[in-house]
């Protein structure tokens, strides 16, 4: 019942099916075999090559537009006589790239590593009749594969024989799709005593099979043996006869299996998507911001280049007497030169989009990711982990979340089972033992029972585990009845010493009841219902005893059934179904999955910060549903709309029932939120109201509608509903379709950032689709995960405090720095030649100062400050999860906040500018007549621009450590030392002696010093102002509101 | 594809895999250290904007920059100043007849205003002279210069920068100094008189020290060698095309000759803006009981080589006292007078109102 179309994005179906030859052997030579070409069990996750790595990453880097815009002007400079040197873009440039390509190189390198040892890990391969040793890479399609317990499968086989005589073997799928009981599965029939290493090397076989296809619970195949002299016999083959590369042989010896898909074809491998590189929102908002930037560049580059060309048209503005042009410059043609001087402004006002920007948020995000691991609070004492950042691309990401999808074992639970409570006939026992999840689980329940029947008489359960296992022996286990979801309930058939023949059944309470006398139920129930309602998985016990002739009947049609070719399960069921019936109920056991650590408390912080949590679980539904009740994502008046298989039925009218169902929830949430759930989006989720449960087959029915055109629209109806509910549980999922619950919620409008956390294999998919891909530490999940936590809980710190402080700093740092680059270098530099001297392309400045103000002059501060700030500590950001509102959506990053820095750095623009410029009316500043040439005006201008600019950033720096009073000092301080320095020496290998003394004369003048003051506090004086009001008004707000809003969150 | 790897390392399944040893081994490095830094925690301090501390700096400032606004304009205002227009635009103008003077016309064309000045300048007078709509700000102007010939280097005398072409070379000589902006130094000579009584009192016009000290001693220097014999060592160059004469003829005295001509020296420190002005001459005052210009008859001897009729330029002298502040220029005055009152109104009108808001506030919390 999984969709088919699962696999859509990654896997290309191919038509048709393969043949594979069991051992390479030839069946005969009347059949023409057509050889048919397998890839090889090699894993490649790396992306590179030694050969193809340098083309590879730069052709990839180059596609960035901000590196492809810096090599252009770089090459502009180069070519074209330009008013920058090519070093100031090309060295900052070269910087990047280097930096980039090593960073990636690594990871590049540490995944052929990680290849490699899967490689070349040993598996041993049947050949000859003799057991050979290999590398997992050379695995063919059509070897023979030998497994032992405990090792996981190298690769898809089709399971052929198995050292249990009868035909089969436990796997756990653990890290496939996270159920972590074991299953069974069957080898095929005719091959099953083929179990040494000569048999098995004597079977003339061949397989077809359909073509690899990523749906882990399906597969179709046929299986011809031949023997010498007859026809061959010909056996279906289902998904029971294959054993998965990456599931685990559990309780049997050995196994032989013939390979079938090898490589990047096994069901694994299709399942896993590629590591795409991601991108936060904060990257997306600089290059939207870039692309304006753009703009603004290339317009007034082209508003330059005419007015400049209009007032050349005057000849003596062109060229007057005393400004002649070179002889290349007369000869150059007037298109020609048109187009230089066009990319000549370009280059000027390549300040605009700085490198040095790229350089600082790349090393505030990798130095402030340590921060997350050095926090001791996300660290464990148990398992000795902290946190783990693998990506530091994406930290701030962590305060933009508003879909949490979680996966349920392991991450939400502890994943062990803790036994609570049983009542056997209405009598409570209390004991605090606990088992693992696992078969042995299942067994000792039902061995269990068989105590508590035992122990009945003398009414006392006191040490069951004492009685358990030596009972254990002195019982002879005919038959056990495998759980399934149908039935949900398994049974033992088992043999005492004393010859009685008893059938103990385990299962829901649902299911249990009706199948048991019904006047023994009343008692029981009251503690099933009671357990149930405290979020226990309940468990009923049954039994029912045999006579030896029933026995007999029971033993010959169960065997029948299960050698069945057709209709196996099915037959299985009903038999299964006549065996379970007429059962006396014994009790009822309570265990908890426990519950991790605070992790009810995380989801409510993360629902009050205004995230909606959804869970996906490969788990039942019943399981998944009492742990999202025990972890509050549902509460008691939550009212739950169901879209499962129950709900829905099986029946050929299931998509009616589906269409009718999502109306009626659609038609139900409508009247619920009227039109205006725009604004609801993120708002206060005060009464959860409404919970959606979708399992799996209902989630593909509604995803991969079949032909019918009319229901394709249940994908935006049901994405409706989705969103309307505060929270989701998604159960029985396969690894793929988590990933598309996530990329369908990601692509909703908005494009609402998404988290995903999960711990096993089957959450690599999700975690990888997810913008924020969270791990758990120590899990295989956390390798492929963006960050890796020891525990649910961390991740309110994590989400809350970290990642709140990360969006506020990085994107700070990104206003502050275009603000600081674009707007005040310039518009002054613009201004100074459109509206007053309209001349050529002269930088205002020293080109020195060019380059030095982005790297050192005003670079430390902002990088200080974005590592250091907390504009709200972490214990009120951790606290209250309603801060963690104001800034979703990307609040700090929208074009309202940009705009209001671009109009501050055009206000101080022109403030810098007129002020100087009104200044120098009269050039003669000092007292004793001499004047100041534009070298002085420039640096006048620099200086107030430099003290502004880091000003401004002390003014927004709430939180002073000596780390920001020594940078932001420190670089006012450098930058005069260095004023002095510069223009104190005649630097011999420099053209022109420009700064000579300028800045040491500049600062005899008192006017200067009086312009410099006065210019820098009118520059800032908005701002001030703006604060002092925006505290004003929030005083104001907090009066009132304050009230109602701490009473929220202590309700929350 | 970590998936792959994933099973043989899924400690779940193995309760004795790699997972304990390792644990057990990096226990000890992977614990954060607790110290300030990493956790966080350094001891910071808190500044918070609120109007109860603005308000106070809003007034200090305003009461601060409205004094020394008002000194700075009393001072502006103390300074006596004098512009003539001499470029002869006017048909009326004396100077009309040099309008379209060359740069090689000879002999030079000469003329003479008068002027009257109403007020005595008592202090020192500064003479400058003034030019508009000159770009000595283009870039290629700006550029066009050598300044290690400038200093002296021997080197680049004979070989001076590719940067001041097209002054670069001159019938296959370097230039000295090269470039455009020595090229295009302003040659006009002023001469300032005193009309006492129909007789003209020459005024002495002090032509040293009207530059940069560094720039006169460190940043221009003239070629190594015999100071006393500029001409041997500029043998090998040749004069600027526009130049009349060449730069060893700039002056008679050896300290103001060559590369060290204070004139030249000014000209070739270049203005920020296109109207702009250079100090020319000095006139310092003779003693403390007379003015350095008493009010009066003066005339203006202009010998007019400068051509600026061509890109429409204009030129000027300007006579100039100086104060603490330097040359007269109201803005500064003007613009701390201005920002200081903003800010003392502002902090009056947000007293204003933080005080009504305080009030309302607690009566608007009942309703609420």
Redesign the interface.
Known sequence: TFSTGLGRFIYKKRVGTRTVLVGHRPVSETDAYVAQKFCDNR???SKYTVWNFLPKNLFEQFRRIANFYFLIIFLVQVIVDT?TSPVTSGLPLFFVITVTAIKQGYEDWL?HR??N??NK?NVFVIENAKQVRKESEKIKVGDIVEVKA?E?FPCDLIFLASSSPDGTCYV?T???DGE?NFKTHYAVRDTTVLCTHETIDSLAATIECEQPQPDLYKFVGRINIYRSNQEPIARSLGPENLLL????L?NTKKIYGVAVYTGMETK??L??QGKSQKRSAVEKSINAFLVVYLCILLSKATVCTTMKYVWQSNP??DE?????????EKEAFKVLRMFTDFLSFMVLFNFIIPVSMYVTVEMQKFLGS??I????EM?DEE????ALVNTSDLNEELGQVEYVFTDKT?TLTE?SMEFIECCIDGHKYKESISEVDGPLKYYGKAEKCREELFLRPSGCLSEPRGFFFPSLKSYQLLHILNFDPVRRRMSVIVRTITGILLLFCKGADSSIFPRVQQDEIQQTKAHVDRNAMDGYRTLCVAFKEFSQEEYDQIDKQLCEAKMALQDREEKMAKVFEDIEANMHLIGATAVEDKLQEQAAETIEALHAAGMKVWVLTGDKMETAKSTCYACRLFQTNTELLELTTKMVGDSERREDRLHELLMEYHKKLLQEFPKNSGGLKRSLVLNQEYGLIIDGSTLSLILNPSQDSSSSNYKTIFLQICLKCTAVLCCRMAPLQKAQIVRMVKSTKGSPITLSIGD??ND?SMILEAHVGIGKE????S??SDYAVPKFKHLRKLLLAHGHLYYVRIAHLVQYFFYKVRICIHLTQFM?FLP??I????PLYDAAYLTMYNICFTSLPILAYSL?E?HIN?ETLTSDPQLYMKISDNAMLQWKPFLYWTFLGAFEGLVFFF?V??????????????????????TIVFTILVFTVTLKLA?DT???????HFVIWGSLAFYVFFSFFWGGV?WPF????RM??VF??MVT???AW??II?LI??SL?PE??L??FK??RR??QV??AYAPCTLLSYFS | ??????????????PSGG?GAA??G??KT?????TAF???R??????????GT?LPAFFV?GLV?IP?GIG?FVTSNNIREYEIDYTGIEPTSPCNKCLNVS?NSTPSCTCTINFTLDHPFES?V?M?YGLSN???????????????QL?GDNGSLLNP?K?C???RTSENKPIAPCG?IA??MFNDTLVLYRIDNETRIPIHLNKK????W??KN??FRNPSGDANNLTALFQKTTKPV?WPKPVYMLDSDPDNNGFINEDFI?WM??????T????YR?IERKNNLQPTLEAGQYSLDITYNY?VH???GRKRMIL?T????????P??GI??IT?GSI?FF?GVV?LI??HK?GNR?TS??IP?
């Open positions: 894993i490649v996750s008013p995944r990680a290849d040892e899967v890990s405990d996981t756990t653990a890290s496939l972590s590369k990456g599931a685990t559990k694994m491998a399942n896993y003596f503005n007057p007497w005393y400004n002649e042009k070179t002889k290349k340590f921060f691991s050095w926090d001791k660290y398992i000795k982990e902290g392991g994943n096993g294999a690599v120590g899990r295989q999940a390798r492929n100074f007053l001297t001349k050529s392309i002269k250091l907390q972490i002020g410029y009104f200044l120098f009316q009269n050039s003669s500043l000092e007292d004793n007549g001499k004047v100041f040439g534009n070298w002085t005006f420039g003014l709430r939180f002073w450590t000596w780390m920001n005649i420099l053209k022109q002696q000579y003394f040491a004369h003048s008192l006017s009086l312009a006065l506090f009118i004086f001030i102002l604060i002092v505290n004003v005083k104001a009066r009132t | 594809m970590a998936v792959n790897y994933s099973a043989k390392e899924d400690a779940d399944g193995h997972l644990g057990g990096a226990a992977r614990k954060p250290d607790n990493k956790q966080q350094l001891p910071a301090w808190q500044p918070i904007l609120t109007a603005v400032i920059f020394i700075i740069w020192n500064f400058y000159f770009y000595q700000n283009h870039r290629r102007y700006v550029k066009s210069r050598d300044d290690s200093n920068s940067e072409e097209p002054y455009a090229n295009s020290g009207i530059a940069w560094t720039d460190v940043k526009n000014v420190r270049t203005a920020a803006l296109p702009f002005r250079k100090l000095l051509p061509s890109f429409d100039s100086i104060s603490w502040m330097g040359g007269k220029n803005f500064l613009a701390y920002v800010c502002l947000l109102i933080h808001y506030n608007a919390d609420n």
